[in-house]
């Protein structure tokens, strides 16, 4: 099985380093540089989630998007970091 990870993160130097230190692990990564739609991730089918709690910019903070990911039954469940 494909470890497949989705990082929210907007500091585009540690979006990079994210990156590429999971995709050093064997990781696919679904990099996001700022809070999108929770049904959008959702349908990525990933088995963990790296949130930032402080989205700089965006209309939603990592805490809404947890809590809307929290909130759907396909992502209910996914492990949030």
């Known amino acids: 099985m494909t470890k497949r990870i989705v990082i929210i993160e907007d500091d585009a130097s540690i979006l990079e380093l994210l990156i590429f230190l999971f995709e050093d692990e064997g990781y696919t990564v679904f990099p996001f540089p700022n809070s999108q739609t929770a049904t959008s991730i959702a349908d990525l089918q990933v088995s963990i989630i790296l949130l930032d709690v402080k989205l700089n910019g965006s209309l939603k903070n990592g805490n809404d998007v947890c809590i809307e990911l ?9 492990p949030v970091i």
């Open 70 to 78: 929290k909130a759907l039954p396909i992502t209910s469940l996914l």
